[in-house]
């Protein structure tokens, strides 16, 4: 079964992930520590968003209605974080 | 991926129908998206703010508890990956299987976080009454709120999903589970379980990783 074969290989890179994201806390500290943490993060949830919730298979307003709330997110931060960093909060 | 073969008001094709399944549940998952963004965007800022304090905070976690609750959940949710690509097939034996394993490692996650909150009462980490003790600076107890109040959001986002998990195994043992025709119900709830994975994915380093 070729797909039971696709799912397990993701299954591994989202292992060897978690591992290396310990690892890297190990190595890296402050904002590179914090920066290597959450791009592994946000690789893992790109792996499971992809083909464990189908993104994969869906067409293409599907997959924006599924990461939509993504870009929300990252104007919050964004807006939220430009107040945090320049006006010193 | 047509699998809806009993169509339904109002629906012209099987295909428009599993679009609207499929796009009811996305957007669903997104409001939940914007509830944890919420959450992690004070997180970052308290670790971007209280830098010293939230390190300090984070290393007294149980890392190994951590990381090993990590692999429990993104191994269930390869099984509940496994169990709708058989759903999807019509072989209810491996989505059986797959369900149960899934819920088993659902179960196993609670009780690990719900030792780990033991072992941090005792240690006076937790910010409720008679514990806490342990913490001196502000951030560290700050840290120490936003990490029960996150943990505790997902764990019950994880229990309503353990009870989604049992109810749809005990559904197709009592036969009242057609596939592939309701293999949409599998992957839906599938959807939802695989939505509080990632949460999980964010909070542990996060949480447990601030160095």
Not at chain 2, 52 to 69: I, Y
Request: proline share 4%.
């Amino acid at each position: 079964m070729p797909k039971a074969m696709q799912i397990l290989s993701v299954w591994l890179a989202l292992m060897a992930l978690l591992a290396a994201t310990v690892v890297s806390s190990m190595l890296l500290q402050g904002t590179a520590g914090l920066a290597a943490s959450l791009v592994i993060a946000l690789a893992k949830a790109a792996l499971v968003f992809w083909f464990f919730m189908h993104l994969r298979e869906e067409n293409g307003l599907a997959r924006i209605a599924a990461t939509g709330a993504v870009l929300w997110v990252a104007i919050l931060f964004l807006l939220s974080g430009l107040d945090i960093v320049t006006r010193g909060l | 991926m047509n699998e809806i073969t009993r169509l339904r008001e109002p629906y012209p094709t099987p295909e428009r129908q599993q679009e609207a399944a499929m796009m009811g549940a996305y957007i669903f998952l997104a409001t939940e998206i914007m509830l944890f963004g919420g959450l992690f965007l004070v997180i970052a800022w308290l670790r971007y703010s209280h830098a010293p304090d939230v390190v300090a905070a984070s290393k007294r976690m149980h890392l190994g508890l951590g990381a090993l609750n990590t692999a429990v959940l993104l191994t269930s949710s390869a099984l509940v990956a496994l169990s709708v690509a058989a759903a999807r097939e019509g072989k209810p034996a491996p989505v059986r299987l797959g369900l149960c394993g899934a819920t088993l490692l659902g179960l196993a996650f609670l009780a690990v976080k719900a030792m780990e909150y033991r072992f941090e009462y005792r240690e006076g980490l937790l910010p409720v009454p008679g514990s806490g003790a342990a913490l001196s600076k502000a951030g560290e107890h700050l840290f120490m709120n936003f990490y029960l109040i996150s943990t505790g959001l997902h764990a019950v986002h994880l229990t309503i999903g353990v009870l989604l998990l049992a109810g749809l195994l005990i559904r197709s043992m009592a036969g009242r589970l057609p596939l592939p025709d309701r293999a949409i119900v599998v992957t839906v709830i599938g959807l939802y379980w695989h939505f509080v994975d990632i949460v999980w994915i964010f909070l542990f380093p996060l949480l447990y990783l601030a160095r």
